[in-house]
């Protein structure tokens, strides 16, 4: 028999696919071609079956689908540590929103998210949400880093260095959307800040877009329970209740954080089958609470990770939201077994891939979908010895052991090496901005 041709083979110790759930496959083989795989199978009938002028041996690793940041501010990278240890609206009001109205630019979110994106890549994710001003930039950034990017079309009541009003940010966004509308990895997504940013007509414009344009609507949502306390006095109900009058609650919907919920708050996600973006470790940091995550998942909520911001979390690390979702489902719940590994996991890729509906692209190791692939090695002394892959991915590792990355076939990272841009650049953008925020 005559071997099919096809791009690249990658073989590995283990393939973890996600879909079906709970699989581990040893000794196997992922076959692409034009971006998309075309088969996985054992690397003894591989090798017989396909002929590839591209193979990669990694003996030592394991293979998973490339993760899913459902939430991030990437720019804001450039903000990392510059107010710790606040709680969320002082944080707010006397740091982010001040160095945003002095230098936040074209330039700013260009080299924020180059940073971002990087960073992103080296953690093994290669789709990210994003929600943040001048999508434009942001898109060309995470073009050139060859990263898959849903970009949100943020909108708030208050002016900016980016728009004037809500109309003016909309505007703007749309614009963005229509000149990108036709690559292969960029998309939006409409953005609204959060409930108390956001007036009941703006919502009501959203949702009509979303609509119109299908797409998703990314918000941030029942973070902490001042906002809930200042709903219920400002507007007479609960902020998933106002969304829910206002029709914006549906499958297109992802509320990120979603800490502070009582029972018919679930219920509504629930009946709508919204998604949440749980994001522990900001919320720890913050202070905001714990998400009933548990509680979500076992009403059939679609649960990805987000790191938000690196202002917030200080790191884009999915590992690190991996490893804390997990174990603060643990403590929160009171039952060690929890959110098992395989499961936060499958938030960190598929579930992610559900929320903004390219589950049927990404988010899984199956064929058909494109080969957006993290391998990570398993080869220290302190990793060893491994008994369950999954287990080692949620427990023992870290993004510092990706050393291979692959966005729709391509190679972005290359023995923890990116391959799109430089050290001395993405150094040389930090340092500017850090002595521009220390003038």
């Not at 943040?132 to 260095?161: C, H, K």
């Not at 797409?215 to 106002?242: F, K, M, N, W, Y």
């Amino acid at each position: 028999m005559t071997p099919i041709e096809v791009d690249l083979l990658i073989e590995a110790r283990w393939v973890i696919p996600v879909e079906p759930d709970d699989t581990t496959l040893e000794h196997h083989t992922i076959a692409i071609r034009d971006g998309r795989i075309v088969d996985v199978l054992p690397t003894s009938e591989a090798r017989t079956r396909f002929s590839a002028q591209n193979c990669v041996q990694l003996p030592e690793h394991i293979l998973i689908p490339g993760l899913v940041n459902l939430h991030c501010h990437a720019a804001m990278t450039l903000m990392r540590g510059l107010a710790d240890d606040l709680p969320l609206m002082r944080w707010l009001q006397e740091a982010i929103w001040p160095t945003e109205a002095r230098h936040v630019s074209p330039a700013f979110v260009r080299d924020g998210s180059l940073l971002a994106g990087a960073e992103m890549l080296r953690g093994g994710i290669t789709t990210c949400n994003d929600m943040y001003f001048f999508p434009e930039a942001a898109a060309e950034a995470f073009d050139r880093l060859g990263l898959r990017a849903v970009l949100g079309i943020t909108v708030l009541e208050f002016p900016s260095q980016y728009a004037a009003d809500a109309d003016d940010y909309l505007s703007k966004g749309l614009a963005a959307h229509d000149r990108w509308r036709d690559h292969p990895r960029i998309r939006f997504a409409l953005a609204p800040h959060a409930p108390y940013t956001v007036s009941d007509r703006t919502f009501e414009r959203v949702g009509a877009l979303a609509g119109e344009l299908d797409l998703p609507v990314h918000i941030h949502i029942h973070e902490t329970a001042t906002e809930i306390s200042d709903s219920l006095r400002d507007c007479g109900q609960r902020p998933l209740a106002r969304l829910d009058a206002l029709g914006l609650l549906g499958p297109n919907l992802i509320g990120v954080h979603a800490v502070h919920l009582d029972h018919e708050d679930i219920e509504r996600l629930a009946l709508h089958h919204c998604a949440v973006a749980h994001c522990p470790t900001s919320n720890m940091k913050l202070a905001s609470g714990a998400a009933p995550v548990a509680t979500l998942l076992d009403r059939g909520i679609t649960v990805g990770l987000g790191s938000d911001g690196a202002a917030s979390n200080n790191r884009l690390d999915l590992f690190r939201e991996m490893h804390q979702a997990s174990l603060l489902a643990k403590l929160s719940s009171g039952d060690a077994s929890t959110l098992p590994a395989h499961q936060a996991l499958r938030m960190a890729t598929l579930l992610g891939a559900r929320a903004l509906g390219l589950d049927s692209t990404i988010g899984s190791l199956l064929p058909g979908k494109a080969a957006d692939i993290c391998a990570v090695r398993v080869d220290e002394a302190d990793e060893l010895p491994c008994f369950d892959p999954v287990s080692h991915l949620v427990y023992v590792l870290g993004r510092r052991s990706v050393s291979d990355v692959w966005v729709a076939g391509e190679q972005r990272l290359t023995s923890g090496k990116l391959l799109q841009i430089t050290n001395t650049e993405l150094f040389s953008a930090a340092r500017l901005w850090q002595n521009k925020f220390r003038q």
